[in-house]
């Protein structure tokens, strides 16, 4: 059954696309009118979308000058990085648990296959693709539907972050992080929980290090 949905989701989505992707960039100034032309709505549900837009973290609204998309500054890159690596690590913990592991297994071909393929057609213009979407399998797999929705809210700012400082990933760390993810899979898969949460935490960390460096020297 096709859910149809109405103006302030259209608008949420259309909105939170263009915020996450760096189209509109950090710090811009959230015009409704501008939007609301752009979207052929009215304002009004340019707001509702904005309050929720708010609650995501990815706007805020300043009393007396309105509403403008977030900064991605260090406190909340960590911040992020400090909620995932506490999500995250129970989640892979749990995941090894599962007696059923066969979509992981499914899971970690599939993610091998795009490593392979993204080697024989080189970098693309996204270049951590194909490793975004790894962390969310695994969230999902625990099939827990208040965790994904939590870590699907969660994930809007993890894309900003990744999308905006992507295209300065150097070659080793690129080439670095296939293997933390393929270890990590094989961990859960072996049912090592306590391998699987040391070496999320260190991939995590990996990660919030190798970011603040890009946001202190940008």
Request: proline letters at 2%.
């Amino acid at each position: 059954m096709t859910i149809k949905m109405n103006k302030k989701d259209i608008v949420y989505q259309e909105l939170k696309k263009k915020i996450i992707s760096n189209e509109i960039p950090p710090g811009s100034s959230i015009h409704e009118a501008d939007f609301a032309n752009m979207l052929g709505v009215s304002k009004i549900p340019i707001r509702e979308a904005l309050r929720q837009l708010e609650n995501d973290g990815l706007v805020e609204n300043i009393s007396g000058r309105g509403t403008k998309v977030c900064e991605i500054t260090i406190k909340n890159i960590r911040e992020t990085f400090e909620i995932r690596e506490i999500i995250e690590c129970g989640v892979v913990r749990y995941a090894a648990l599962m007696e059923n592991k066969d979509k992981l297994v499914s899971e970690r071909k599939n993610f091998e296959k795009k490593i392979q393929d993204k080697k024989q057609a080189g970098r693309s213009k996204h270049k951590l693709d194909p490793y975004d979407d790894i962390h969310y399998a695994i969230v999902n797999e625990i099939n827990n539907e208040i965790l994904s929705n939590l870590y699907k809210s969660l994930n809007g700012r993890i894309e900003r972050i990744r999308n905006y400082f992507g295209e300065k990933f150097n070659e080793n760390r690129l080439d670095e992080m296939p293997g933390e993810h393929l270890d990590i899979l094989d961990s859960i898969i072996a049912g090592d929980a306590e391998k699987a949460a040391e070496l999320m935490g260190k991939h995590l960390r990996n990660a919030l290090n190798y970011i603040v460096q890009l946001a202190l020297y940008k």
